[in-house]
């Protein structure tokens, strides 16, 4: 038998404040650190070993071989001058983090392809001179799954239409230097 039933008491109702929502004017106008940090260097560094094609580059995933994809990271930033790929000069930033992401004072990096995943246009789309580092806009808003000579050509001699030749012209110039074989060569054997 149960005995009889207790009181509830009252739960106090907490309210909880919650900030205004940031705009897009105050999250570029916040964005202090364009070039990625040595920790977003190492976490692009560490995504980069889990989506590039195992087949093509089957050691690249072991932790020995961080330093290497961290490199690699470096060297295509370098030809993009350490920005975002769509990035042009302008008194707000042209490119920005996901809505998410507003509250970041920094660009938060994310890995896209020259020619998109769904493009017929290249036969393995995960090989590490597809790739490219883009913010969330560049990404999602001015490629949008486009391959990249459809973009070029929708741009056509505007400032971002520069950008992307002169990026391209880098990148071009880096996949047949030294220094990029050196890097490729060490990502494919199982010691760097």
């Known amino acids: 038998m149960r005995g ?3 009181a509830k008491t009252p739960k106090k109702k907490v309210k909880i404040q919650k900030s205004a929502p940031i705009k897009l004017q105050q999250h570029r106008a916040g964005l202090k650190n ?6 977003e260097t190492t976490r692009l560094a560490k995504r ?3 989506i590039i094609d195992k087949s093509t580059y089957q050691y690249a995933n072991y932790p020995s071989h961080q330093l290497v994809r961290e490199d690699i ?9 350490r920005k975002p790929f769509f990035w042009i000069r302008a008194k ?6 996901h809505v998410k992401d507003w509250n970041l004072d ?8 020259i020619n998109p995943r769904n ?6 789309q995960d090989i590490i001179e597809n790739l490219c580092l883009m913010s969330a806009r560049c990404n999602n808003h001015i490629q949008s799954s486009l391959p990249m000579d459809e973009v070029r050509k929708l741009f056509g001699k505007s400032t971002a239409g520069e950008r992307i030749d002169s990026v391209l012209k880098k990148r071009k110039a880096l996949f047949k230097s030294r220094r990029w074989q050196s890097l490729i060569t060490k990502l494919n054997s199982p010691c760097p």
């Open 34 to 39: 364009i070039a990625p940090t040595p920790e």
């Open 4 to 6: 009889p039933k207790k």
């Open 119 to 124: 493009s017929a246009a290249l036969a393995n």
């Open 92 to 97: 707000l930033p042209f490119c920005w983090n």
């Open 48 to 50: 980069l070993g889990q």
């Open 106 to 113: 920094f660009i938060k990096y994310e890995w896209g392809h």
């Open 73 to 81: 990271v470096l060297a295509l930033l370098e030809t993009q001058n």
